[in-house]
């Protein structure tokens, strides 16, 4: 194991990958095999290498002076992705052996994730983790709600391990995505079209929790956005939900959204958000947000979300508060 650095909480190694599974139309979910790899985070990432580690040499080309190199069709179809690339940790779990498993999904968008979606078992990933700061579970007499749309449900799932380990029972899962196709779970009874929180997600680990899916068009549970669902789980058990803590992650307006009604609902919220990341390692400074600091005289700084995230309390993200539209 080629570690990076003398801390227990981070490392790199290359995995063995045990599969390669397509999970819906776009999404795939990639499990992998390790030696050893520190306790995670259920919000926490990896930095994936998306190509092979072994690069071959580079090809160089004629510049002519009144012009531009002509590249060709296959020149730009062998490109390959020169930065890693972050992905939410989707399972960790250790086996009787001692090795440990790792999952994280991807939505093929890209070179990278196209690189992804081609591993076979027995395929070697390189990657760098886990990173940045997961989830908080607040004590076991409050209830949780976790509400993901589309590519921010993978740490949710794991978040799903996390909380059955600990025995909590008074959870809700709310999940969506716009068509039944792009739905990345596994279905094992049919969704409620009433939103109706039921047991119809297998989760890792054995977990059962109650769940209500939420789509854009209808064709897989009720007809509408997540923080739809949300809102007609509160109004059915206003007096329960008072202290309720929302973890939420999801593309960038349904976060704002979150914000929006969770603050309207007065329920506290917790938001995974997703920024790009050229190192993962807080170097890059790629990953810039907006965070409310009373000790600056603006009453904010830049924060890293790869190191001081991704996961953020709502009200700590200026781009997230009270004043901020959807």
Same mark, same amino acid.
């Given at each position: 194991?080629?570690?990076?650095?003398?801390?227990?909480?981070?490392?790199?190694?290359?995995?063995?990958? @045990?599969?390669?599974?397509?999970?819906?139309?776009?999404? @795939?979910?990639?499990?992998?095999?390790?030696?050893?790899?520190?306790?995670?985070?259920?919000?926490?990432?990896?930095?994936?290498?998306?190509?092979?580690?072994?690069?071959?040499?580079?090809?160089?080309?004629?510049?002519?002076?009144?012009?531009?190199?002509?590249?060709?069709?296959?020149?730009?179809?062998?490109?390959?992705?020169?930065?890693?690339?972050?992905?939410?940790?989707?399972?960790?779990?250790?086996?009787?052996?001692?090795?440990?498993?790792?999952? @994280?999904?991807?939505?093929?968008?890209?070179?990278?994730?196209?690189?992804?979606?081609?591993?076979?078992?027995?395929?070697?990933?390189?990657?760098?983790?886990?990173?940045?700061?997961?989830?908080?579970?607040?004590?076991?007499?409050?209830?949780?709600?976790?509400?993901?749309?589309?590519?921010?449900?993978?740490?949710?799932?794991?978040?799903?391990?996390?909380?059955?380990?600990?025995?909590?029972?008074?959870?809700?899962?709310?999940?969506?995505?716009?068509?039944?196709?792009?739905?990345?779970?596994?279905?094992?009874?049919?969704?409620?079209?009433?939103?109706?929180?039921?047991?119809?997600?297998?989760?890792?680990?054995?977990?059962?929790?109650?769940?209500?899916?939420?789509?854009?068009?209808?064709?897989?549970?009720?007809?509408?956005?997540?923080?739809?669902?949300?809102?007609?789980?509160?109004?059915?058990?206003?007096?329960?939900?008072?202290?309720?803590?929302?973890?939420?992650?999801?593309?960038?307006?349904?976060?704002?959204?979150?914000?929006?009604?969770?603050?309207?609902?007065?329920?506290?919220?917790?938001?995974?958000?997703?920024?790009?990341?050229?190192?993962?390692?807080?170097?890059?400074?790629?990953?810039?947000?907006?965070?409310?600091?009373?000790?600056?005289?603006?009453?904010?700084?830049?924060?890293?979300?790869?190191?001081?995230?991704?996961?953020?309390?709502?009200?700590?993200?200026?781009?997230?508060?009270?004043?901020?539209?959807?």
């Amino acid at each position: 194991m080629d570690k990076v650095a003398d801390e227990k909480t981070m490392c790199a190694i290359d995995a063995r990958v @045990v599969s390669c599974t397509p999970i819906c139309r776009e999404h @795939v979910v990639v499990e992998m095999a390790l030696p050893g790899f520190p306790t995670s985070e259920a919000g926490q990432f990896v930095q994936l290498l998306c190509r092979s580690a072994h690069v071959a040499e580079p090809t160089g080309c004629d510049w002519p002076p009144d012009g531009f190199p002509s590249l060709s069709d296959k020149d730009l179809r062998d490109r390959q992705a020169f930065l890693r690339r972050p992905f939410s940790i989707a399972d960790q779990w250790t086996t009787r052996d001692g090795s440990v498993h790792l999952c @994280v999904m991807a939505r093929v968008v890209g070179t990278g994730t196209r690189w992804l979606a081609q591993l076979q078992p027995g395929d070697t990933l390189n990657l760098t983790g886990p990173l940045g700061r997961g989830f908080r579970i607040p004590p076991p007499d409050v209830p949780l709600v976790l509400l993901g749309g589309g590519v921010g449900i993978p740490p949710l799932i794991y978040l799903t391990r996390r909380l059955s380990e600990l025995g909590r029972r008074d959870v809700t899962v709310i999940i969506g995505a716009r068509t039944r196709e792009l739905l990345p779970v596994r279905l094992i009874d049919k969704p409620d079209e009433d939103g109706r929180p039921c047991a119809c997600v297998k989760y890792p680990g054995g977990g059962r929790f109650d769940t209500i899916v939420a789509s854009d068009d209808g064709s897989v549970g009720m007809r509408g956005l997540v923080t739809d669902a949300l809102r007609a789980w509160h109004e059915r058990r206003p007096s329960r939900n008072q202290n309720a803590v929302v973890c939420a992650c999801g593309p960038a307006g349904m976060l704002k959204a979150a914000a929006v009604l969770t603050r309207e609902l007065g329920l506290a919220c917790q938001l995974c958000i997703e920024r790009n990341m050229g190192c993962g390692l807080g170097t890059c400074l790629s990953c810039v947000v907006r965070a409310r600091d009373d000790k600056q005289p603006q009453g904010w700084r830049w924060a890293l979300a790869c190191s001081d995230g991704p996961v953020f309390e709502r009200d700590d993200l200026l781009d997230y508060g009270p004043d901020v539209g959807v």
